[in-house]
Every structure is written in C-alpha cells, then in structure tokens.
C-alpha cells in the first residue's frame, strides 16, 4: 500500500527483517542545544523565479528560527542524488521506503559591527533537530531499580513519540499544505490525494497523548499503562484508509514533482531548517512508521515489567491487539499496492491478460532487472503470475508499465540459478554488462508447456537483490503449485469420475458380495 527517484535499480520485498527497539541512552548528561540556523535560504534560478520564491520564502517565515548571526549566502548542493539499497520489507513497510539524501552545506560566520536593535521575531514552533531528552533527565532523585528505570524510560519514549508525531502532522498541514493550495502549486483534488486523511490522524494521537501524560503521577512515573493502550488501539484501524491511500499518494507526488514549480518549492521547504532535511515523503509516511512501531514499544514494556506488576496481566493482550492491528493494515495495504500495479499494466496484446494476475490479491515483490540485451525491465511478481514490463508514461504524464513477452503463471515456472562467472551462451549476456563473457547476480526463469513463453534470463543489482528475487521466487512457486493443487482436488471430490461410480456400491463386509458384483 509500500515513501518511492535515482539511478540505481530499486526493489521493493514483501517480507521484513525482525526490527530491534533500541533505547535511549539516559546517563542523565545535559545535552548541547543547537545553534540558531541562518537566514531562510532562498534558491533562484533565473530573475523571473525571484518573485515566487519570495512568496514562497514569506509562508516559510514563520516556521524558521529566529537568529542574530549573518553569515554568507548557502551554497546550492548540486549532489541530491537519491540512494535507495534494496529491502526486503512488507506491504506496509514497502509504500514507505524514502530516499536517503546527502546535502552539503558551506557557512562561514563572520564579525560584523553592530547592527541597530529589531524587534525579535517570534520563535518556530518546529525545532531544527529532536529533543533527545530521557526520563532520567526529567526527575532530580528516585529510588526504582534499574528494571523500573527502564521501564519508565520506554513509556516516556512512547509519550514523546506522541508529542512528535503531533508536531510534525502539524508542520506537514501548515507548511506544506496550505502553502501550495494558497500559492496554486497544486490543485485541492492533488493535495487531497496527496495527503490523503492525514488530519484524522491529529486529534487520534492527541487523545492518546493526553491519556498518557494523565497516568504520570506526582513523581513522574507511570504506573499501569496496558488498560490505556487496550482501550485506544481499536482507533488504529483508521490507519487503513491512509495506508491504502499512500501507494497512489506516492505515484502521484513523484508525477507532480517533475514540474518545475513543485520541484522548487519542495527543495526550498526541504532546506530550511524546520524540515530537518526531511522532504515532503518523509513526513507523510511518519504515521506507517509509528504504527509498526507500536509492537515494538510494548514488548519493550512488558520485558522491563516486574512478575507481580498489574500490567503483567493486560500488556500480552494488548500486544496481541496491536499486533492484529497492524497485521490487518498490512494485508490490506497489499491488497490496494496490488490493485494499483494491476491497473497500471499496459497489453499490447490480449493474450497477455492472464486471469491469474487478475485473481493475484498481493505483491511479494516488484522492482528492476535486466533482460539479457541489458535493457531495464520493471518486474512485479504477483502472488499467481510474473510479468515483465517497461515504465512509461500515459497521456496526461502519469506512469505506466507496458507489459513485455508473455507473462508467466507462478504454477508453471521453471527456475534456474547461474552461477557467478559462468560463460555466457548464445543468446545470453554476452558483453550485455561488463564487457566480458562472466555473467553475474544472474538467474532464467521459463515456463513449462507454454510455447509463447520463451525463457527470460534475468540480471539483478547485486547479489543481495538476486538473492532476494530467488526466495520470493520460490515461495511464490510452492505456494502457487499448492493452491492449483488444492483446487484440482476439491474440484475431483465435488465432480467425481461417473466410472467409479460403482465402487461406492460395493459391499466389501463379506467377499460373496464382492464376488457377485465381480460376476456381473
């Protein structure tokens, strides 16, 4: 549902490594506060552009930090590239994998005579970078264990991550929602597919947030905090529309930002200070993430939660809620990622339309490969057919898959491994990649007794990528070669052969009977 750009193939898995909640180191030492950022940066193309971005640059103001320094004008980073490593992820965690941007900045401050006094403006309600405060530092003196400690510092963490949450849904509607709407940027429709219900998601997680901050007593400590989390998670299963909503979401701020006024506007909120180098899909995926989250946060709870506390009877129920919960998002995030892919497929031809990828219900995986001429294919691997298709783009300029060959039912796959190094054969990838006759991270795929079907030798990224193609491969084979199986046999069971009738009416309690049937 699956974030979403740069020239490296990128691959999108349907499984995820274990995550491993990490906790805040609180040794209780007093952390430096940043130093006040520069100036709001401004970044012009030609003079007809220095007029909308001061407009833009005005609706941006009010979101900088204050500061008294002055220092030269930022040099504009020419090295935006986006690098994406192939994961394997689920549906839910798959929509939101975002690029990983490095940005260099250049300031040098330098000292200036005294300037007349001007009236301050007022601080951003958005900080540069995180508070990373623990609960340690929140309390002078306590008397807890050390299990205790731990265990006030992970619901204190669960308590901020509210509060951050907050503050950037809040930030993501007031500097970049409205802006574009005010500015005609994008059109109300495109914003309301881009963002889909996120204003929902406020009051939901203000509610919990108040809960929270309500359980902490006189001594800063939280005492029983299952029953709280039992009663609010059932309001989780809202993520279910926005989740759904995000793989379209995604499609279509890539699409948009290939204009020229959107692009601009992206960049200039992306590089000033309030964004914390963060772009527009980072914090529109920011819910996804605190979902999955949640689990994590609990068992971290329940681990550091003493055998007699009351929450020893309440935290594995709900963990199990949340668990559901997310599980729930997730399946149905996949139905909605699949149906998306699915209308996106082009067919040049009406042989191509094979009702297994119309009856497929999910993705396990779909990214880039190469065929063996070297040119780049993008691949879905439904949950019943594998197709290979080339990325273009319709009539108004969105994106579409053209579908190439002849797909292949899961059922009917042959797969074949090569080897690193071994020598290319005709019709194989000589010279296609490296200039040599060593293949590598490659593998063929066939079908059997399929004449159209002419077998498809593919080349991967790197070896992790290949790896991962081959797994998925393979389950998706094995459980399609199940399912076909299973349906054979309750098809037989429901429609037996009328020349085994007889069988059934035989009388097998003495051999006479069995004799008398015989003679017949």
């Excluded at 929509?95 to 007349?116: D, M």
């Excluded at 059109?187 to 939901?204: A, K, M, N, R, V």
């Excluded at 399946?331 to 497929?360: H, M, N, V, W």
């Amino acid at each position: 549902m699956e974030v979403e750009e740069s020239g490296v193939p990128r691959t999108s898995w349907s499984a995820a490594p274990d995550e491993r909640h990490v906790p805040c180191d609180h040794a209780g030492k007093k952390r430096k506060q940043d130093p006040a950022p520069g100036p709001v940066i401004r970044i012009t193309e030609d003079e007809e552009e220095d007029e909308e971005d001061e407009m833009m640059s005005e609706h941006m103001k009010d979101s900088e930090e204050p500061s008294n320094k002055r220092v030269k004008p930022v040099v504009k980073s020419n090295s935006l590239t986006g690098v994406l490593t192939p994961v394997k992820t689920p549906a839910l965690k798959r929509i939101g994998q975002s690029i990983s941007r490095s940005i260099s900045f250049r300031t040098e401050a330098r000292p200036l005579p005294p300037a007349p006094l001007r009236p301050r403006t007022k601080a951003s309600s958005f900080p540069r970078r995180r508070n990373s405060q623990c609960w340690s530092d929140t309390v002078e003196s306590h008397d807890l264990t050390a299990k205790e400690i731990k265990r006030q510092e992970v619901i204190y963490e669960l308590t901020q991550g509210e509060r951050q949450l907050i503050d950037d849904l809040s930030l993501v509607r007031k500097v970049y929602y409205e802006p574009m709407l005010k500015l005609d940027i994008m059109t109300e429709s495109e914003l309301g597919q881009i963002f889909g219900t996120l204003d929902s998601l406020i009051p939901l997680h203000q509610d919990l947030l108040s809960r929270l901050e309500r359980l902490r007593g006189s001594e800063k400590t939280v005492g029983e905090v299952g029953p709280t989390l039992m009663n609010w998670f059932p309001c989780l299963e809202s993520y279910v529309t926005y989740c759904c909503n995000q793989v379209g979401a995604k499609a279509l701020l890539d699409q948009k930002k290939q204009e020229k006024r959107v692009e601009r506007f992206l960049r200039l909120c992306q590089e000033s200070s309030f964004s914390r180098k963060l772009d527009l899909w980072n914090f529109l995926d920011l819910p996804r993430s605190r979902l999955v989250k949640y689990p994590l946060l609990l068992k971290e709870i329940q681990k550091c939660t003493p055998p007699d506390h009351p929450d020893e009877d309440t935290l594995p129920d709900a963990l199990e809620l949340i668990q559901s919960i997310v599980g729930e998002v997730n399946k149905k995030t996949g139905e909605a990622e699949c149906q998306f892919y699915r209308r996106g497929l082009s067919y040049l031809d009406e042989s191509q339309r094979l009702p297994e990828i119309q009856q497929s219900r999910f993705l396990y995986c779909h990214g880039e490969l190469k065929n063996n001429k070297g040119q780049r294919l993008h691949v879905f691997l439904f949950e019943l057919a594998l197709v290979l298709s080339r990325p273009g783009e319709d009539k108004e300029g969105g994106q579409v898959f053209n579908v190439y060959r002849q797909p292949l039912p899961n059922a009917l796959i042959n797969l074949e491994e090569i080897p690193d190094g071994e020598p290319a054969g005709g019709g194989s990838f000589r010279g296609a990649f490296t200039g040599n006759d060593k293949v590598k991270n490659c593998f063929r795929v066939s079908s059997r007794g399929r004449s159209k079907a002419n077998p498809y030798s593919l080349q991967a990224n790197d070896s992790f990528s290949k790896q991962q193609w081959i797994g998925c491969l393979r389950q998706a084979i094995v459980q399609s070669r199940d399912r076909t199986a299973q349906t054979s046999q309750s098809q037989l069971s429901l429609h037996p052969d009328p020349a085994l009738y007889h069988i059934a009416e035989l009388s097998l309690s003495s051999d006479t009977d069995m004799a008398d049937h015989t003679s017949r």
